[in-house]
């Protein structure tokens, strides 16, 4: 991962998203996935510039089938927004740094 998205499972999923105090977005992803891996550096890019502002981690559909079925994944990369342990909205495939960004302001309002 990198010093600015975190990476967590099925375990951890409540604690770091449910719970947390700040707005978050999920990557929703898998290795095998080639739209996911060119995701990887544009989530990396807005988690830094948001950085205090909103959470970025990633959950790996492979490992995490649980979450990934709770929330009804079916195309990856689907990233979800959620604050104050609501989901309020996604977006599915590869979208770019600023279209990520917008809908960062779109949801959050930062």
């Given at each position: 991962m990198s010093d600015y998205v975190m990476e967590i499972g099925d375990a951890n999923f409540a604690d770091e998203v449910l719970k947390s105090t700040v707005p978050v977005v999920v990557d929703f992803w898998a290795a095998w996935c080639g739209p996911c891996r060119m995701m990887a550096p544009v989530l990396d890019e807005v988690a830094r510039e948001f950085e205090g502002k909103v959470k970025v981690v990633k959950v790996n559909v492979d490992k995490n089938r649980t979450t990934a079925g709770n929330y009804k994944i079916m195309s990856?990369?689907?990233?979800m927004f959620f604050k104050g342990g609501q989901s309020l909205g996604n977006q599915v495939g590869f979208v770019s740094k600023e279209q990520l960004q917008k809908k960062i302001q779109e949801y959050f309002g930062v």
């Open positions: 990856i990369p689907t990233l």
